[in-house]
Each structure stands twice: as C-alpha cells, then as structure tokens.
C-alpha cells in the first residue's frame, strides 16, 4: 500500500499549458453584466455566472450576485476534485515546476498514451511513455475483431520519477487519432509514502449516487448521478514504523490522497479519504493496518 501525497498546484508552478483558458470573457470591473452572463476569474481560475445585474462586483466575493460554476478548463486537471475536466483535440501537454516529486498520477483520463518528462539543469533526466490500452476480450472471431472497442483505462501512475527540487515536469497526453478529445480529470504530482503490503482480501466496489425510487404503479424511475470508489483493505507493516505511519495518517484526516493498494489493478488505485483507520500492534516486528477508504465524485 502507497499513498500519494498532492502538491497543491499554484500559478508560479504552472509555467505553460496546450489547454486554453478561454472559456468565457475575463471579468472585467467596468463592464455591466446581466442575468445569465458567464466569465472567467484569471485570479482564481474559475467560472462564474451572473445571479443578478451587477458592475464592479468581484464574482469571487458576492454568491449573491455570482455563481461559482467550476474551474476553467486550463485548470480543471489541478483542482483536486473529481468530475471537472481539462480537453482538448489531439493532445494536451503542461510544464510544471512543482518542486521535489517523485511520482506522477493521471486520473479519469481519456488518452491512448501519457509521456511524462522531468528535465534538470537543461538535461533530460527522465522520460517515460505508458499506455492507456490494457486491451480487450480475447479475439477468438471475426466479429470480435471488427465490433469489439479496444478496452482502455482511465488511470495511469508514474511511481519511479527522480527527485529533483528545480526539476520541470512535461506531462502531455495524447490521441491516436488527431481529430479526438484528449480529457484530464485530475493530474496529481506529489511524493509517495510506503505504508506496507497489502494482503490479499482487498474489498473494492463503488459509492453510487444515483436515486432509483419506484412509485405505487411499480414503476421504477432512475436518476443517474455520480459515483465514487471505495475499498477496503488491511496492510501488513513493520512495527518500527507504527508511530510515523500514525501520525501522518492523522494529519492526512481532511486531506484528498491517491491511495495505491496494488499497482497492478487500477481498481486499488483510489484519490479520495480514509473514512477510518485501525492500527493492531500484532507482534514485535510486524503489526497490521486496517483503512476504509472512500473516493471522491
């Protein structure tokens, strides 16, 4: 089990961007807006829509007159929520300069390939490509081969990035197809932690939002909404390492985290919270960890 702790991304980090910011007009303190006119923010990076005819009112200090709609699109990769997303056709690349990372994670991406470099004093110090094409069903028929899509994750992690405190960081995504939608739904840079091993038992399924009521007539209406990961698992850790692992998770409690179970599944991959921990001083040198984790949407 590894988790992820984020690097808040500021704007002094973000040094470039393929993906536009011009959602909307910026706002502009003399113009007069209108019910229903939208803008950007460029000092928060977000969206706003007019509640009420309004001039020289920061969106950003009046919910009254202001509605806060998202991030913008340039940002929507850094802004450590689910279901906001960065895209762009054909590719999507950002330079960032985050400061000592030593990993890299890519989540609810729509991509055929990620490429992650990190240059140093000019020089090249590490690039790697990795794929989003985990395949299919087995082709055992013609019709298989022609109608079957050809399976693809969402999510992508770069664990073996090299530290470097003044390192740039490029991460470009891109399509086969130039004529496609690149999307990022989050983007974390950060550095890993080493909790212990996960058993085997894992529990993984999903938070699911949506409203399903059924009527007096029995008939069933569904409301689809969002859904979130969660999962359950015990790690097994050397009992030296009790009373760090603690403390850091109690100072993680209000703090959104990639949590890896297993780097082979994506399903033990997981940016949300721990719901609760449990720790069992088993015997003198290894004990267990229990963490229930939950996603966010």
Sequence with gaps: MKLIRPTAIADAMLTSSTAPETDHAAWAAGTAYVTGNRVILTSTHRRYEALAASTGINPASDPTK??????????AMFDARVGTATS???????????????AVALIDTTAESATVTVTAASVVVYSQ??????????????????FEPIG????????????????????TLARDNPADSVSCGT????????????????DIGILDYSRK???QFGVTSVVERAWAKRMTARVVMDTEQIDDI??????LRATPVLWIGSEGFESLSVYGFYKEFSIDLAYPTVSYCSLTIEGLT
Excluded: C
């Design 88 to 102: 762009r056709t054909g590719s999507v690349s950002a330079v960032l300069v985050p400061g000592g990372i030593d």
């Design 129 to 146: 490509t990795l794929s989003f094409n985990v395949g299919g069903i087995p082709i055992d028929d013609w019709f298989v081969w022609f």
């Design 246 to 251: 603690y403390r850091t998770l109690a100072q």
């Design 152 to 171: 693809l994750k969402s999510s992508v992690l770069f664990l073996d990035v090299p530290v470097y405190d003044a390192g740039v960081v490029t991460v």
């Design 187 to 202: 983007l974390i840079v950060g550095r890993q932690m080493t909790l212990g091993d996960t058993e085997h038992g894992a």
């Design 66 to 75: 202001w509605l806060d709609i998202g991030p913008t699109n340039r940002w």
């Design 213 to 215: 009521e059924t009527d």
